[in-house]
């Protein structure tokens, strides 16, 4: 594992320097660090949490890789994510933004990370809560995921499994969704006014990795896996 360049900022004042993953609202100049990622995909949300019109950035560095900086804009009331393979390096997330008051919440996820998952059983409805996380094979046959919220709050569901494409095979799905739909540097795969959605695939016996990282005060959503 590649410790990389030494900044004098980045990565320089650590909350947290054995993060997991775990939602944390960093301060400015606050950073978190991750010392080994998953050798596979995984997700970083994050939000802006000021009440103000204060944009803010945030700056990931792995490795001995040139920092990334993220943008996070004020008055979305909902994370954007990055889907990624950090491919076992370390990985460290700083708040650099202009105003000292905009903190930024962020989270990261993926198997093998916080939370723990529960089992996901093939024909067989799972409630989760927000921030919790279920995991189960797929049968070798056209599959479907269906995930279902019995409220209007705003669903945000993780979902990784099956072969890469373009690099990783993490997929995001948000459920409830008001207002025009986000951009493609907001990361998500799809989204729907509706409180359900399903989602097929065909990946022979593979993982599959489902988690609720919608807000805290959301309700929990019932995600099915079954064989078509």
């Avoid at 320097?17 to 994050?46: H, R």
């Avoid at 700056?59 to 804009?73: E, K």
């Amino acid at each position: 594992m590649n410790t990389g360049h030494k900044f004098e900022i980045l990565g320089a004042k650590m909350s947290n320097p054995n993060w997991t993953g775990t939602p944390t609202t960093l301060a400015v100049d606050d950073s978190v660090g991750m010392p080994q990622t998953p050798n596979g995909t995984m997700m970083v949300a994050y939000e802006n949490k000021t009440g103000t019109t204060s944009d803010g950035t945030l700056a990931l560095t792995s490795g001995g890789s040139n920092p990334l900086f993220l943008d996070s804009p004020a008055g979305i009331a909902w994370p954007k994510v990055l889907t990624s393979n950090w491919q076992a390096n370390n990985l460290a997330i700083t708040n650099v933004s202009a105003n000292q008051a905009t903190p930024i919440w962020v989270e990261a996820l993926g198997p093998g990370l916080s939370p723990k998952p529960g089992a996901l059983a093939i024909g067989t409805a799972v409630k989760l809560d927000p921030y919790t996380a279920v995991q189960g094979i797929s049968n070798p046959n056209w599959m479907q995921l269906k995930m279902t919220s019995n409220t209007s709050n705003l669903t945000i569901i993780a979902v990784i499994g099956g072969p890469a494409s373009g690099g990783t095979n993490g997929y995001i799905y948000a459920l409830n969704w008001s207002g025009p739909a986000p951009g493609p540097d907001a990361g998500y795969t799809a989204v729907t006014g509706g409180n359900s959605y399903t989602m097929q695939f065909n990946w022979a016996s593979a993982v599959v990795w489902v988690c609720n990282m919608s807000p805290s005060t959301a309700a929990p959503v019932t995600v099915l896996l079954r064989s078509l």
